[in-house]
């Protein structure tokens, strides 16, 4: 029999990376909020890579941070080992990455849901879920049934999950956790598309096993650079990363079982990541490649699994040992855990607007790997809008949008609802326009902001940001107005660097936009440099100086393209009724049903002179029915 177990403003379904911070989110932001998990001891978990950050992911965890998430802060308090990425590139691309111990991770971030005022975390799987007037009915698998005014699906790989290891396949979800088996069946009866998609997770092999005689070391960076503002206290690496590499030797025993691959066999219907295949899926796509790198990551401090980052698989268990016992370093390596691949549903991100509700279910968000994407960053980023959009709802407040020229989770999350995702959706570095202004040094700049205006950052961490932002402004003039008279001294320094000395005088900020001169450079004669201004600070405003040109022109292309942004079209609009729309467009401007002209044109099929049809539209019916309507 089914029983009244209570109502709240939002639930969350999930408590992954995508739940926690849409449930810290909510609660936060004053609403009563319940979050589901299947398994509690699941909360916060990290079924594959122990790490946080990477390759524009770390932009995201800054983000995130900036904004009054949560990630950033745990990663840092879970931290091994950190680098940072690309910084042989520009600093539009650096990006930090931590390898953490992932069961620590997982407990603190259970430990901050448990002692989040208006947050209650519930052991409990949903089964169904459907209207009930205004309100959402949940139900669980022991007959409790929650009324709630806004529900999250943050589901992650749950949702139908099915784990494959050769020809075994069963029910399963990530870590051997029991599935989400009965909830698809729910919403599609609320009329969303499932669709099928797969990620793959490698390997975890005993530390004794392995013999790193002969592997190259993978050190930490020193000093350790934070996630988080709000981290003051210094980092240390605590541990370090193997590499090795495949070989011929490796790719024939993978080339001899590929019959029996369940991705080769047709076996697995599900469509897994492009920028991440397995293994075997390199061996096959580039066979010219002699061999493939892997990375050998403790995945703790207090455990001997060590996680072979690169080689995700769904072979069969023998055929696994067979090559994992080819490659050096690896030859007597006792397995773990076995890799496997994992199928699960996901929604069309298609059917979301940019606060990550359901345009045609009202108070029905998504985030995560339901939306289609994979990461644990890009699901905690989307976790953290809906989180904030569904609170606000409840509030009966205006909803919280990102555009893609504010951040990296803008142009996420604008990728998802107007591109649409064939496979799971990957956040790079390349996917930004904007990236020289949306770099992860100056995430605070842009978005904290934001944050404190919500009411998601504390007084006390606004109160250093403002500090820090009078020191940037002062450094900026100190720059502006020093100069350096010509010495012996600077001229050494400069002609070490491979630039060209001084015969008169020269201002600070002119030396400093010089490519291969930096502050520390400098530092021996630069009398009036304060030893008081943070290193993050000198970073910022040596960047602001180097590509000054590059941002002047970047910041004129957001204008634009915020401008065209602020032409807003007319929800639910038929656009096969527009006179001089081609058809495809017409029938992919329906399916998405752009919130403005900027949004449209980014919809593939869409042309320009498709835009300026809809903008000679726009302008005829701004004239017919007033500005009212525009």
Same mark, same amino acid.
């Given at each position: 029999m089914i029983y009244d177990a209570g109502s709240y403003d939002v639930a969350v379904i999930g408590a992954g990376h995508a739940g926690i911070e849409a449930g810290l989110a909510a609660a936060r932001l004053g609403c009563s909020t319940v979050v589901f998990t299947i398994n509690l001891d699941a909360v916060g978990n990290c079924p594959c890579n122990p790490s946080i950050g990477g390759t524009a992911k770390g932009h995201l965890v800054r983000e995130i941070d900036a904004l009054g998430g949560e990630m950033g802060k745990t990663a840092d308090a879970c931290t091994i080992q950190s680098r940072m990425l690309n910084l042989g590139k520009g600093p539009a691309v650096h990006s930090l990455r931590a390898q953490i111990d992932r069961n620590q991770y997982a407990r603190v971030m259970k430990h901050k849901l448990e002692l989040c005022p208006n947050l209650d975390l519930r052991q409990g799987e949903v089964v169904d879920l459907a209207r009930e007037g205004e309100l959402w009915a949940l139900t669980t698998r022991l007959q409790a049934k929650y009324l709630c005014k806004t529900v999250i699906l943050a589901t992650g790989t749950f949702l139908g999950g099915k784990v494959f290891v050769g020809d075994v396949s069963y029910d399963s979800g990530p870590d051997g956790m029991f599935p989400a088996a009965f909830l698809p069946a729910s919403l599609e009866k609320l009329g969303i598309t499932l669709r099928r998609f797969k990620t793959g997770t490698p390997a975890r092999v005993r530390r004794s096993s392995i013999d790193f005689t002969h592997l190259e070391v993978q050190e930490g960076d020193e000093p350790? &650079?934070?996630?988080?503002?709000?981290?003051?206290?210094?980092?240390?690496?605590? %541990?370090?990363?193997?590499?090795?590499? +495949?070989?011929?030797?490796?790719?024939? &025993?993978?080339?001899?079982?590929?019959?029996?691959? *369940? #991705?080769?066999?047709?076996?697995?219907?599900?469509? /897994? *990541?492009?920028?991440? *295949?397995?293994?075997?899926?390199? &061996? &096959?796509?580039?066979?010219?490649?002699?061999?493939?790198? #892997?990375?050998?990551?403790?995945? /703790?401090?207090?455990?001997?699994?060590?996680?072979?980052?690169?080689?995700?698989?769904?072979? *069969?268990?023998?055929?696994?040992?067979?090559?994992?016992? +080819?490659?050096?370093? #690896?030859?007597?390596?006792?397995?773990?855990? +076995? %890799?496997? $691949?994992?199928?699960?549903?996901?929604?069309?991100?298609? %059917?979301?607007? %940019?606060?990550?509700?359901?345009?045609? #279910?009202?108070?029905?968000? /998504?985030?995560?790997?339901?939306?289609?994407?994979?990461?644990?960053?890009?699901?905690? $980023?989307? /976790?953290?809008?809906?989180?904030?959009? $569904?609170?606000?709802?409840?509030?009966g407040k205006e909803p919280f949008v990102l555009d893609r020229a504010s951040s990296y989770i803008g142009t996420l999350i604008d990728d998802l609802i107007t591109k649409g995702v064939n496979d799971p959706y990957r956040m790079m570095t390349s996917r930004s326009e904007y990236r020289l202004v949306l770099r992860q040094d100056n995430a605070d700049e842009r978005l904290t902001p934001l944050g404190w205006k919500l009411g998601l950052i504390s007084p006390r961490r606004w109160e250093r940001f403002q500090k820090k932002q009078a020191q940037k402004a002062w450094e900026r003039k100190r720059v502006d107005t020093t100069t350096l008279p010509p010495s012996e001294a600077l001229n050494q320094i400069l002609v070490s660097r491979g630039t060209s000395p001084l015969t008169t005088g020269a201002k600070l900020c002119d030396l400093l936009k010089r490519p291969q001169i930096s502050y520390q450079d400098l530092a021996p004669v630069d009398p009036t440099r304060s030893p008081d201004i943070p290193p993050a600070v000198l970073e910022d405003v040596e960047i602001q100086l180097k590509y000054e040109g590059y941002i002047k022109r970047q910041l004129a292309d957001i204008e634009e393209m915020r401008r065209v942004e602020r032409k807003k079209l007319p929800a639910g609009t038929d656009y096969s009724q527009i006179k001089g729309l081609r058809l495809e467009a017409a029938e992919k401007l329906n399916k998405v049903q752009p919130e403005n002209l900027g949004q449209a044109g980014r919809i593939s099929g869409v042309s320009p002179a498709d835009l300026s049809v809809l903008l000679i539209w726009l302008s005829g019916r701004k004239e017919k029915e007033g500005p009212a309507h525009d």
């Open positions: 350790v &650079v934070p996630f988080s503002y709000d981290t003051l206290e210094p980092l240390h690496n605590k %541990a370090v990363c193997h590499v090795s590499w +495949t070989n011929e030797r490796t790719h024939q &025993v993978i080339r001899d079982n590929i019959h029996r691959s *369940p #991705l080769y066999g047709g076996e697995i219907q599900g469509i /897994g *990541p492009r920028y991440c *295949p397995s293994i075997e899926d390199k &061996v &096959v796509r580039f066979p010219e490649k002699p061999r493939h790198q #892997l990375f050998l990551e403790p995945c /703790g401090l207090e455990t001997e699994e060590i996680y072979l980052q690169g080689m995700s698989s769904s072979l *069969p268990e023998d055929v696994q040992r067979d090559f994992y016992h +080819t490659i050096p370093g #690896l030859e007597h390596a006792q397995m773990m855990r +076995t %890799a496997y $691949a994992i199928e699960y549903d996901c929604c069309d991100p298609l %059917a979301l607007s %940019a606060t990550l509700e359901f345009r045609d #279910l009202p108070g029905l968000y /998504g985030a995560g790997q339901f939306n289609g994407s994979s990461g644990y960053e890009e699901a905690a $980023a989307q /976790g953290l809008i809906a989180g904030i959009n $569904a609170a606000l709802k409840v509030q």
